[in-house]
Structures are given as C-alpha cells and as structure tokens.
C-alpha cells in the first residue's frame, strides 16, 4: 500500500499526494448522516486555531470520510464539529487524535471515550465553488462563508479557494456591500452611542508613517470624536500599533475604549484585541504569503462601520514602491471607497497623498514614536508629516462644518493643544503622560551609511528602505530601524551619512547591512541627470507586496 506523507499547513494536514482542489471540489454526497462509531480519545498536544481531529485510514474508510470532510464528536454533554485528517500511522486504529483546541472545548482526556459521526461540509462550501466558476454570489451566500470563516467551519483551503476566487473574478459593487456588511456584522462593536464618530484609514506602504499618532489627538483636541483601532505590522517597519505601544498601552478591551474615549475623545489602540472584523484576520493569513489583497474594500469599511464612523477620511499614498502609482489609479479607488461608503451610510472623502519618500526620517517603533513626540511637544518636526496631519484633519473637520479647516488644523499643533490632548490619550489608556522622546530606547547596535558619489538624492526606494529595517529586526526589535539623514532634493557630498540603520542585536544588524550592500536605497546624482537606471535585457521577476491595513 503506498504510504501517504503527512504536511502540516495552517491547522490542517494534507495528504501530499491529493490535490487541494481534488479535496475541496470533491462531492458531498459520500457521506451518510446517522452513520457513527465510539472511538478512544488521544489528545496529539498539537496547537491549531480551528477544531481538527486525526483518523486511522481504516476508521476513516469505516466512517466513508476523507482528508477536510468533517466530523462531529460528543462527549458526555458537549458536541463539536471538526475537520477531519486522516494517518496510517499517528493514530492507531479504534482511536481519534484531538487536537488542542477541540480537546478543551470538549474537556475529552486520554482515554475518554467519544461518539463520532460524520456530517456534510457547510453549505458555504457549496458557495466557494460557485465563486470560482466566476458566478456572483448573493447576500446569503457570502455572509454564509463569512459566519462559517468566524465560526472555524471552514479549513485553510477553503478559505483559501474563496480569497483566490475574489482575486481571479473580482467583486460587483452589491457583493463588496454584502462582503463589508457580513464582516462587520459577525465580529464586535465599539458601541460609543450619542457620539458622532469620526476615523481615518491608510491603505499603508509608505514607511515611517506616524499620521495617526498626531491626526487623532489633534481631530479630538478639534472636540470630535475619533476611537482609532489601527493594526500591527505585517510588511512594514511598523504599524500604528507598534508605534504606539512604545508610549503607552494599546491592547485595550472594548469597555476601556469606551472610557478612554468617553474622557479624551480619541483613543490610538490595537484593534486585533477587540474582534471589530474577524473575518478580516483569516483572510489576511491567506492574502499575506499569497502577496494578493483582493479584499481591501471590505477590509478597510467592515472595521469603519463595526467602529461607529459616520465620517472616514481615506488616505490613499501614491507613488512607486506603493500599491497605488498614479494620481488616477488613486481616483479610480477613490471613486470605489466613497460608493461603498455610501452605500453602507457613512460618509467618506479620500486625499491621495505624495508616497515617493518615507514620511519623516524615523522608521521603526521607537524611532517613529521618538519623531512623533519631538514633533508634537514643540508643535514642530518634518514638514512632510506635518502637512499630511493637516491635510487629512482638515477633511475630518469640514465634516464637521469647522471653518478654515486647515488652519485650524495647524494652530491646534503648533499652540501645543495637540499635545494635551495625546498627553490626556495616553494617560488614559495607562501610560505615563510625562513621557519623552529620550525614555524611548533605540537599539544599541547601529551603522551609518555614507554616500560614495556627490550630486543630491534624487529618489529613495520606499520598498528596500522596508526591507533593510525589518532586517535590522524591526517591528518585533522596537529599537530596530532607520534614521534618515537626507531625504529627497538634499544635497549630497561623498562621503555623508544617508542614513542610519539601528538594531537590538548585532546578528540582525550585520544582515541588515548585508542585505543594503545588494541595494541601491538612495539614488544620488545631478539635477537633471537623464539617466538614472541601465534596465537589464532580461528583467527580474516582479515582487508583489502585500499592503499592511
């Protein structure tokens, strides 16, 4: 009998040899309700988010099930439905291995003895498989696949089969509605009521962005409300929530949000604490290695309607090295944003903002959360962030009916009230108030960068600039990271510091300057030079990113 290896692939086991598409197009008519047998209770003391179990081959055959089917299994006064793996020789036969996460639910034990019985894959399945012969769905169908990706009913592949269908046949505007609804509506509510909730969104890309660190206490030092839930890192040097965290807390539960928000009219937390759209996490597991984001709409607007907003300003960064190139590829999105928006009643405006440098000159937690606090005490920093906070907070203020929104804007951060109010932020959610740029540590291992050629910097590549900081150990290394020392237009003489590359640990750092021998992070030359790049005959594969949310 041929000998079925075994690979284990985000919770689920997959024979080598049967295809995935094989697994999950096979049909569901092989399975006999009613059917089931008394099995003995092995806890494999195996991690998996979703409730899995391992068959014998041979009890897998007596039961008709195969590798994804699924399985209920009870135990005294506790049933769960679990997906099925199948093993010649993990567990033996008259036996069933229980995962971590299903041995708990069903408090089961070694030796425990569990009725198992086979069950029909979840109609959403059903609907996968429509998808991805380029039919549209309805709106039953896709919050049926959203409440069973919530729920665990459904394996990695056919999640998987679901987000690559998107990617291949697109989304109708009524399927990003029911998508952005269904997402919202199966994960938790920040329920701030009597407010009028304001929120801001980047589709990310450019490193170094501390926006929101200064746009929230300055729109709630305006008096409007703004509960920001903002993500960690996935691609970038950091996320707000990284950021963030080297000043005060941010894993926050909802009821604290509301404190926090009710007292300072502004909150900066991590918002993977409070399951605002949990579907959205399980999709971005699958988008991530696959380097595709077929969901950003929904993504991006089931988090702004389970917050509350009735008005979100969306920034949308344009440039190279970005998701968006073109001021009308940024239109064209625009345009997509603000019908969604409408369609799900809130209210949206979208501002494509300059992406062809980092923002600031700190890239990593600590160095942005440095940057950010320099900036906000004295009401002066890095022209660059500062007018991107003035820009997108005006938005939000005109929402508002606020006069002279601009300037009102930047009065608010140069007399200091942009500071009382992050001061009042992070107090509230537990940090200390008085806090400094200089209590903030920085990795102790760092080298400086210095230009070999005179001219001034004519472009600096955003995507290698990523790649050398997260290298140096950023964002899981707070103190890794970049410190630029010139930026587009500055002049340049050899032999002078580009930029500084910071790290916790001197391994991290000597990868991290490995890895920039290989690039061209600066492009230093004279005004006007015509030739900036010789393009080789065969080009190199294109790398896709993913876009951080």
């Not at 006999?32 to 041979?58: D, T, W, Y």
């Not at 209920?72 to 199948?86: G, L, P, Q, S, W």
């Not at 019908?339 to 000159?361: D, H």
Request: aromatic fraction near 4%.
């Amino acid at each position: 009998m041929r000998t079925a290896r075994l690979l284990f692939i985000g919770s689920i086991f997959h024979e080598l040899h049967r295809p995935a598409t094989a697994i999950l197009l096979s049909p569901l008519s092989h399975i006999e309700s009613g059917a089931s047998v008394i099995l003995e209770a092995r806890i494999l003391e195996v991690e998996a988010k979703k409730p899995v179990v391992m068959l014998n081959r041979e009890d897998a055959l007596e039961l008709g099930v195969k590798p994804l089917d699924r399985l209920e299994v009870e135990f005294r006064d506790k049933k769960e439905v679990a997906i099925v793996n199948v093993s010649e020789k993990m567990v033996s036969e008259g036996h069933i291995g229980l995962f971590d996460s299903i041995a708990e639910s069903l408090n089961a034990i070694n030796g425990d003895r569990l009725k198992v019985s086979p069950v029909r894959r979840p109609e959403s399945v059903v609907s996968i498989r429509k998808k991805l012969s380029g039919k549209p769905l309805s709106k039953r169908e896709i919050r049926g696949v959203v409440r069973d990706v919530v729920e665990d009913k459904l394996s990695n592949v056919e999640i998987t089969a679901f987000v690559t269908s998107l990617y291949h046949h697109g989304l109708s505007m009524d399927e990003v509605v029911y998508l952005s609804t269904a997402m919202a509506e199966t994960g938790k509510s920040l329920g701030i009521r009597n407010r009028v909730i304001y929120d801001k969104h980047s589709i990310g890309g450019v490193p170094g962005d501390k926006t929101s660190m200064l746009l929230v206490p300055t729109v709630a030092a305006a008096g409007l409300t703004i509960p920001k839930t903002s993500s960690r890192a996935i691609t970038a040097p950091a996320g707000t929530a990284d950021r963030m965290e080297c000043i005060c807390p941010v894993e926050l539960g909802i009821e604290e949000i509301r404190k926090v928000v009710e007292k300072t009219n502004g909150c900066l937390v991590w918002g993977g604490a409070v399951d605002l759209s949990p579907a959205d996490d399980a999709f971005i597991q699958i988008e991530y290695p696959l380097s595709i984001d077929p969901l950003l709409l929904p993504s991006v607007m089931s988090k702004k309607k389970a917050a509350g907003a009735n008005y979100v300003v969306i920034d949308i960064p344009t440039g190279r090295g970005v998701k968006i190139k073109s001021v009308s590829d940024a239109e064209e999105l625009a345009g997509k944003f603000i019908e969604l928006g409408k369609r799900m009643g809130i209210s949206v405006n979208c501002v494509s903002t300059f992406a062809e440098q980092p923002i600031g000159r700190g890239i990593g937690p600590a160095l942005e959360a440095r940057e950010l606090l320099e900036t906000v005490s004295r009401g002066r920093g890095p022209q660059d962030l500062i007018n991107k906070v003035v820009e997108l907070s005006s938005v939000l203020l005109e929402f508002a009916g606020k006069r002279d929104a601009k300037e009102k804007a930047l009065s608010l951060i140069r007399t200091g009230k942009s500071y009382r109010k992050l001061r009042e932020i992070i107090e509230a959610q537990g940090g200390n108030p008085d806090i400094k740029a200089d209590d903030i540590p920085l990795g102790s291992q760092s080298v400086k960068i210095r230009s070999r050629v005179s001219g001034e910097v004519l472009w600096i590549n955003n995507r290698e600039i990523t790649q050398i900081a997260r290298e140096a150990g950023a964002p899981k290394d707070k103190g890794a990271g970049i410190y630029l020392h010139k930026k587009l237009g500055d002049p340049v003489r050899k032999g002078d510091v580009l930029f500084e590359i910071f790290a916790e640990k001197n391994y991290k750092l000597n990868r991290a300057i490995s890895l920039n021998s290989g690039f061209k992070a600066f492009g230093i030359g004279k005004e006007y030079e015509m030739v900036l790049a010789e393009i080789p005959e065969e080009p190199e594969e294109r790398e896709y990113f993913f876009i951080d949310r």
